[in-house]
């Protein structure tokens, strides 16, 4: 699972998707509907990407009866506590959680 789809969660999402690895998506409310629609569309310097996604969810409350091997954090440094207290309704003990930030105090946020 990826939780965040910022510039640093798209190249990740678009890098996974490009190797056919299953994902299920957190977007915002906002971006979720239009992601479900048109995918994802990724230009930069590793090259320019295109995708449809498996799943999309706007939050935790859609998948409360699916585990997760490895869920990706890439919210911004400032949305870590709100999603690790979404995260806690979710995680099973074999889930392994990623934080993929940058800006200090992430770890204590989510731990």
């Known amino acids: 699972m990826l939780f965040g789809l910022g510039a640093l969660g798209l190249f990740i999402l678009a890098y996974l998707k490009n190797r ?3 994902l299920l998506v957190i977007a915002r409310n906002s ?3 239009q ?3 048109n995918g994802i569309k990724v230009c ?3 090259g320019k990407h295109e995708t449809k996604l498996d799943y999309v969810v706007s939050g935790t409350e859609d998948i ?3 585990s997760f091997d490895l869920i990706i954090v890439t919210v911004k440094s400032f ?3 709100d999603v690790a207290s979404q995260l806690t309704k979710i995680l099973s003990p074999e889930t392994y ?3 993929a930030q940058n ?3 992430n770890f204590e946020f989510a731990g």
């Open 44 to 46: 930069g310097i590793w």
């Open 97 to 99: 959680v990623f934080l």
């Open 35 to 37: 992601i479900r629609k």
């Open 20 to 22: 056919d690895i299953w």
């Open 64 to 66: 409360q009866d699916i």
């Open 79 to 81: 949305a870590t506590e």
């Open 31 to 33: 971006k979720a509907e």
């Open 103 to 105: 800006g200090y105090g």
